[in-house]
C-alpha cells in the first residue's frame, strides 16, 4: 500500500479502483473534508480530484487499472471551484448541469452539492439521467439529499422518485421533462433551497440540444453550467432571460466508461433496489395499470374472437382499430379481424410479462422500482416483487425484462 504525501493546496487525480485511507492531514474530495482516519473508495468508472487542505499523506491501495496523476494547470478542477463560489455568492437557487457524456457533469454536481451544503444551505439533487442514474434506479427521475457532504451523489437518499420507463431519453423528452419539473416544484414543498439538476449526456445532435433547451424553458433556472467545447455558445441565448451562463472546459485525461461498463453500472443499481424483494399481490381492478396497450383496451369478451383465432385466447381487449390478446396463440385470420374493425393485432405470449420492470407508487407522488411475476387473470391479480410496502395506487410498465443476474433485455409485442 503505497504512500502519497500531498504538500497544503497540492492536488491529484486518482482513477478507481482504488481504496484510500487518509493517513496524515486533511484533504478535499469533491467538496467533502477528509480527514486523518477516514477512507473512501473509488469505483473502477471513476476518477477523483483529491486537494490538499493541510500537509497530509494517503494510504492507496491500488490494482493494475488504478493510476494517480498529478492535477495539471490546464485541469479545469479549479475553474470549477470559482464558479461553484460564485453561484453561492450569487445566491443562485437553481442550477442546470448540461454537458457531454463522461465529461464531468456529475463531479460538478457532487461539488457544488456539498459546498452549499457546508455553507448552510438545504440543497437537492435532481438527476435527470435515464441511462445512468445515480440516486434512483435506470429508467427513473429522482431527487436526493443527505445530511452530510458525500463523495458522489449516489450515496444521496430519495426523497421522490419517477418512472419513465426506459434508459434512453429519445422519445420520452416530454415526459422527463415534466417529471423533472414536477421534482422541482416537490422539492420546494419538501423544504429544499437550491436545486441542482443533473442532466444527460445527449447533447451530440439537434434533438439533444432541443430537450436541453425545452427543459431549461420549462425550470427557468438562476444560472446554467455548460461543461464542453462543442457546446460553447450553444447555451448563451439563455442570458436575454437573465440567466447566468458558465462554461467550463472538459479536463483532458478523464475515465470514459465502456457500453459494457455502463450496462453493469446499471445492473448495480436494479440490484440495489430489486434483490431480495417482496412477493405483493395486486387487485388488477383496484390499481391503475399504465404502459401495456394491453391494459390500455377496453376488455372484450374471448368468445367473441375464439372462431377466429387459433390457440387459447385467456384475455383480450380493444382499442380504436387495434385488437391486444393475451394468451397462447398460434395464427389467426386477419382479414376477418379486420372486418371486424381491427386494422392491428398485438398478441402478448402467455408468460411474457415475467421478469418486467415496472414501478408502484401513489398516484402523482413518488414511485418505486418493481418485477412483475404474474398477470394472473383467472384471479385477476398480479404478482409483482417490489420493497415498496405502502399504499399502491399505480402500476407503471416498461418494455424491459430484467434477467437473474439484473441486466437488460427488451421485449417486442
Not at 159 to 174: T, V
Not at 189 to 216: R, Y
Not at 257 to 286: C, H, P, Q, T, W
Request: glycine residues 10%; contains cysteine; charged residues 30%.
Amino acid at each position: 500500500m503505497p504512500g502519497l504525501k500531498l504538500s497544503r493546496n497540492e492536488g491529484v487525480k486518482l482513477f478507481g479502483p482504488m481504496s484510500v485511507t487518509v493517513g496524515r492531514g486533511c484533504v478535499d474530495v469533491h467538496g467533502k473534508i477528509t480527514c486523518a482516519g477516514e477512507r473512501f473508495i473509488i469505483h473502477r468508472t471513476r476518477n477523483y480530484v483529491v486537494i490538499a487542505v493541510e500537509d497530509s499523506e494517503l494510504d492507496v491501495s491500488m490494482i493494475d487499472e488504478s493510476q494517480i496523476q498529478a492535477l495539471e494547470d490546464t485541469d479545469p478542477y479549479r475553474e470549477k471551484r470559482v464558479v461553484i463560489n460564485d453561484i453561492l455568492k450569487n445566491n443562485y437557487r437553481k442550477v442546470v448541469v448540461v454537458g457531454c457524456v463522461d465529461c464531468g457533469k456529475t463531479s460538478f454536481v457532487t461539488m457544488t452539492y456539498n459546498v452549499l451544503l457546508s455553507s448552510g444551505r438545504r440543497p437537492v439533487v435532481i438527476d435527470g439521467d435515464v441511462g445512468q442514474a445515480d440516486i434512483g434506479p435506470p429508467g427513473f427521475v429522482s431527487m436526493g439529499f443527505s445530511e452530510a457532504p458525500v463523495y458522489w451523489i449516489n450515496e444521496l437518499k430519495p426523497a421522490m422518485m419517477r418512472f419513465i420507463g426506459d434508459i434512453k431519453p429519445h422519445g420520452y423528452s416530454s415526459l422527463i421533462i415534466h417529471e423533472i419539473k414536477k421534482l422541482a416544484e416537490a422539492s420546494s414543498a419538501k423544504g429544499f433551497d437550491s436545486i441542482i439538476v443533473d442532466t444527460d449526456g445527449w447533447v451530440k445532435d439537434e434533438p439533444g440540444i432541443n430537450h436541453k433547451f425545452s427543459l431549461i424553458e420549462e425550470l427557468k433556472p438562476d444560472a446554467i453550467v455548460v461543461l464542453g467545447e462543442d457546446l460553447k455558445d450553444i447555451f448563451k441565448h439563455f442570458s436575454k432571460l437573465g440567466i447566468r451562463i458558465y462554461e467550463l472546459n472538459v479536463p483532458k485525461h478523464r475515465k470514459t466508461r465502456s457500453r459494457e461498463e455502463r450496462r453493469m453500472l446499471r445492473s448495480y443499481k436494479y440490484r440495489e433496489f430489486l434483490e431480495n424483494a417482496g412477493l405483493v399481490r395486486l387487485k388488477m381492478d383496484g390499481v391503475l395499470i399504465q404502459g401495456c396497450g394491453l391494459f390500455h383496451g377496453v376488455e372484450i369478451d374471448a368468445s367473441s374472437i375464439g372462431k377466429l383465432i387459433e390457440g387459447k385466447v385467456i384475455y383480450a381487449t380493444k382499442l380504436p382499430g387495434q385488437l391486444n390478446i393475451y394468451g397462447s396463440i398460434k395464427t389467426y385470420h386477419g382479414d376477418e379481424l379486420k372486418n371486424m374493425g381491427f386494422e392491428k393485432v398485438k398478441i402478448y405470449p402467455t408468460g411474457f410479462e415475467k421478469g418486467l420492470y415496472c414501478a408502484v407508487g401513489l398516484l402523482g407522488g413518488s414511485e418505486y422500482p418493481c418485477l412483475i411475476e404474474k398477470f394472473d387473470f383467472e384471479s385477476r391479480e398480479v404478482a409483482l416483487r417490489t420493497k415498496y410496502n405502502s399504499k399502491i395506487e399505480v402500476l407503471k410498465l416498461s418494455k424491459i425484462k430484467l434477467t437473474q443476474d439484473f441486466t437488460e433485455e427488451y421485449i417486442e409485442v
